[in-house]
């Protein structure tokens, strides 16, 4: 069985995210999934990652508490 794997995003510099993300799912093993936990509302990173990968991850987005977000990619 995989274990899921998790990136908080949250205070980490926003020129880094995107290299950090695409390294961490290019590692991702098939079947897989990687939350990822952003400060806001992640339109822009799902609408990235679907458009860099179309059709390869089923994405889950849902609001944990104020200003904390799971974008979830499997």
Do not use: C, H, Y
């Not at 205070?11 to 995210?17: A, C, N």
């Not at 290299?19 to 990822?36: F, H, I, N, Y």
């Amino acid at each position: 069985m995989v274990q899921p794997a998790e990136i908080d995003l949250r205070g980490l510099p926003v020129w880094e995210r995107p290299e950090l993300v695409r390294k961490a799912l290019d590692r991702l093993p098939l079947g897989a999934s990687l939350t990822l936990i952003p400060e806001n509302e992640p339109r822009a990173l799902s609408s990235r990652v679907t458009q860099d990968r179309p059709d390869r991850f089923v994405v889950e987005t849902r609001r944990v508490a104020s200003r904390v977000w799971q974008l979830r990619l499997t």
